[in-house]
């Protein structure tokens, strides 16, 4: 099994699955294709039907879209608990993660995934604020209710879909509540997550889109090194 991935310091959907099949230790190889230089999207397309990563090649199967790869990984291994074992918890998870997947756009437009930045105070918090309100919202209900330190106890595909999420608060050094710190912190201990932000540390590329300074236009794109 191969996970098609883009670059690890800015590939939020990439992360996901990824952190799925390492944590639920499930044997893969992944495969880097890159989110800028020339010619990036034309390459993209010559391995990725709808043009973009995740992608999970499985024999035959070329499966594209993170929840999907998320479903085959939990079909494939039902004896990993890669969602919730309790019916009602698993719906509420499955709930999050379509949340997660179709919402946030505010905070997925104005504060990218960059885990290798540090840019406190750098985003207008009126433009975030009703995410940030509501992202806190579902994780303090289901944190209370579990009692952490994941939002189900245990780290499940729930958690994996909003690892990214997580990262955001902590580079652009949002307010959040204490819950929410814990949890963000709890994301940046879980031992896959390192793994990856390891890999992504060591990563020399720049993708300018997903570079905060030239998406508010204190930086020309091309420019950073
Ligand atoms: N709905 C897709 C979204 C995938 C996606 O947008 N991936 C980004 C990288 S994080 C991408 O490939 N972007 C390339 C592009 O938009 O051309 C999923 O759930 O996997």
Redesign the pocket.
Known sequence: MKLLI?NRN?????LRPWLVLRHFDIAFEDEVLQ?SGPHW?ER?RER?P?????VLLDGDLVL????A?IEYLADLFPEKPIWPADRVDRARARGAAAEM?GGFSALRGHAPMNLRASHPGRIDLDTVSADLHRVETLWGELLGKSGGPYLFGAFSAADAMFAPLATRLRTYDLPVSDTTARYVEAIYSLPAFQEWLAMALQEPWIVDDDEIDVIQGRVQPGTLA
């Open positions: 883009g800015y590939s939020t959907w990439s989110l999207r993209l990725s709808t043009g973009k990563v995740p594209p879209e993170t929840i790869i997947h």
